[in-house]
């Protein structure tokens, strides 16, 4: 069972009286009913775990995945970890899990489970802790007849230094292509298959790092092998050694509530974006690879038919945890927003993205451009304006700096354009977002420094009403959100919080930080407004450009329906929450509602169909398919 500690804090409230006075006036029903409301959810202590990443399943459930949650110690021991939470229940279960997940990428499905790709192979090591030199070893195979598998625990050995490598993974590498001349046909000779894999010098210490290329000669080969495969590797160094990848991937299962195993990408990769496009299909963008190394743009796309991978063609490179999102015409925004790894230069520019032909249109105007970095980005209601706001953000990897700009951008302009938004107040990174049924959007959380460096959590909240476009500040969280965080709409309008990873527990910097287990619920102020209006019968499946029929005792009282796609959310990073406007009349004892035509505006899968009434108050979510 979960433990439920409530407890609540509000703007301006502290400067008027003692905390005993502070929290009757927060529960008084007219400040909830303007304000809203926070409490904690605690798990039972052998139940929690650092959560890095959260996704609201169509059973109304929560798949909380820690993967190792950021320890190496877990990571070492292969101690991986994921929960089911029930918000109505208060339940919570263990569920085992394959792979290390800590940060993966994923995306809903179609059919409703969840594409989950991707994660760590190995932890990072910075420069002072490495004890032996390593890099990437890139395996030539010359042989156009077969492959060759390189074992893990494989040697190579320079030809010019005589320094010796060991292979940590095993590798595939292809075979050699044969290459003729498109005009005449005569055979021009073989492009080497490669492979790519993470080498350790055999002994630990600096004589044993390397300073320039060498060619490697791959021992315990014989015969052809032993001729037609060799390596070739930069300087192998003691320098830091990022995060590493893995191509694994599963869908999960949210009836069973397991993970089933399907075919590995073809790149590995940590801290993905996968984005689900309009025919059903999940494109896999970015990450790091098996050596640490920022995955060189190739992009690959899976089909949930056939549980396959393939590329998408030419390449494009974007930093990791791109904020992608799939446009009305078949293209995909990216909004600049990500969460870390790449170079300054390459890959951070907003655009448009044609993923077909692989030309990107960028889009002028972006604000403190610099700042995109652990910035979040979402797509306001309804998603039929095709309207996004860029929230917040900081400069590259570890910058003290931040910003408290928002952005906007109108992609149904003739010439998209960003243009400022309404004030932060101060700079805010890691901000957490959530699109709201009655078509505004919850901001809360973040810090001003990175990893909330010297005490800069942000414990603030806000609503942006798309109308008005401006903030409106609301009930204060209790709880600090930072670097591994976020947010999920459930089905009962309330919003959970998730995670945070600071980098120090004090303003002075002084103690190492201990990662945020607590949950923390907001209830907005809609829900403090009287009784919710009541919907009952209607149909489990919409389809586009059909209508269904719901009946209820208050039709009256409804003033609009929207289909709110599920979250997945992680780094600050939800590509698939939507909010879409939903045509309405009124029956004889009900409603009916019409979902637009357009592919590419509501996906294939399951969403929450919210009706809300004249004040904004929306009733349960009903779960609908739209095949």
């Not at 035509?597 to 009733?619: E, H, I, K």
Request: proline share 7%.
């Amino acid at each position: 069972m979960v433990l439920a500690l409530a407890g609540a804090n509000g703007p301006w409230l502290y400067r008027f009286g003692s905390e005993k006075y502070h929290a009757y006036a927060i529960d008084r029903p007219g400040y909830k009913a303007e304000n809203g409301r926070w409490e904690i959810v605690e798990f039972p202590e052998g139940y929690r775990q650092n959560t890095i990443h959260a996704a609201l399943l169509r059973t109304g459930k929560v798949l909380l995945v820690a993967g190792s949650g950021n320890d190496r110690r877990n990571s070492d021991a292969r101690r991986f970890d994921t929960r089911v939470w029930d918000p109505v229940k208060g339940t919570v279960e263990k569920v085992p899990t394959p792979s290390d997940l800590f940060c993966t990428g994923h995306t809903q499905l179609a059919d409703g489970n969840l594409l989950i790709a991707g994660g760590t192979r190995r932890y990072e090591r910075l420069e002072g802790d490495v004890t032996r030199a390593g890099g990437l070893m890139v395996v030539h195979n010359e042989n156009p007849d077969k492959p060759v598998t390189i074992a893990a625990g494989t040697r190579f050995t320079g030809r010019a230094n005589g320094k010796t490598f060991v292979a940590r993974d095993p590798v595939l590498v292809p075979r050699a292509r044969k290459r003729f001349d498109p005009r005449t046909g005569r055979f021009l000779g073989n492009d080497a298959g490669l492979g790519r894999v993470y080498v350790e010098a055999e002994r630990p210490g600096a004589r044993h790092a390397t300073g320039a290329e060498d060619n490697y000669r791959v021992r315990g080969l014989t015969g052809a092998d032993a001729r037609n495969t060799y390596g070739i590797a930069q300087k192998l160094a003691l320098d830091k050694k990022d995060f590493q990848g893995i191509r694994d991937a599963y869908e999960f299962d949210p009836v069973a509530e397991r993970y089933v195993k399907v075919d590995p990408m073809r790149e590995a990769r940590w801290y993905p974006t996968l984005t689900t496009l309009s025919d059903g299909r999940v494109l896999a963008v970015s990450g790091l690879d098996e050596v640490g190394q920022l995955v060189p743009g190739k992009n690959e796309v899976y089909d949930p038919a056939t549980g396959k991978w393939s590329y998408t063609g030419e390449e494009r490179r974007f930093p990791t945890y791109p904020a992608l999102f799939p446009t009305q015409d078949g293209k995909v925004f990216y909004s600049g927003s990500n969460a870390g790894y790449g170079p300054a230069d390459v890959g951070r520019d907003p655009g448009v993205w044609d993923v077909r032909t692989n030309e990107f249109t960028r889009i002028p105007g972006m604000s403190d451009p610099d700042r995109l970095e652990t910035s979040g980005t979402v797509l306001l209601p309804p998603a039929q304006e095709e309207k996004y706001l860029v929230i917040g953000g900081g400069g590259v990897g570890e910058s003290r700096a931040s910003t408290k700009r928002t952005r906007l951008v109108d992609l149904t302009a003739d010439e998209p354009r960003f243009t400022d938004g309404p004030s932060l107040g101060r700079g805010t990174r890691y901000p957490q977002s959530s699109i709201l049924p009655d078509d505004t959007v919850l901001v809360s959380g973040g810090s001003e420094d990175y990893r909330g460096r010297s005490g800069s959590d942000i414990l603030e909240a806000r609503l942006y009403d798309p109308d008005e476009n401006a903030f409106r500040r609301v009930a204060d969280p209790l709880v600090g959100r930072n670097y591994h965080s976020g947010s999920v709409l459930l089905p009962d309008g309330r919003v959970m919080f998730f995670g945070s990873d600071p980098l120090f527990a004090d303003r002075a910097n002084s103690r190492p930080g201990v990662f945020e287990q607590r949950i923390e619920i907001y209830t907005p102020p809609y829900l403090h407004r009287g009784e919710p209006p009541v919907v009952r019968d209607g149909p489990g499946t919409l389809r586009r450009g059909g209508s269904g029929t719901f009946r209820s005792p208050d039709a009256g009282r409804l003033a609009t329906a929207r289909l709110i796609r599920p979250s997945a959310s992680t780094h600050v990073t939800d590509v698939d929450q939507r909010s879409i406007a939903l045509e309405m009349e009124r029956t004889a004892d009900g409603v009916r509602v019409t979902v637009p035509g357009n592919r590419n505006l509501v996906q294939p899968g399951w969403y929450m169909l919210f009706f809300t009434d004249r004040d904004g108050v929306p009733a349960r979510a009903r779960w609908v398919k739209v095949p």
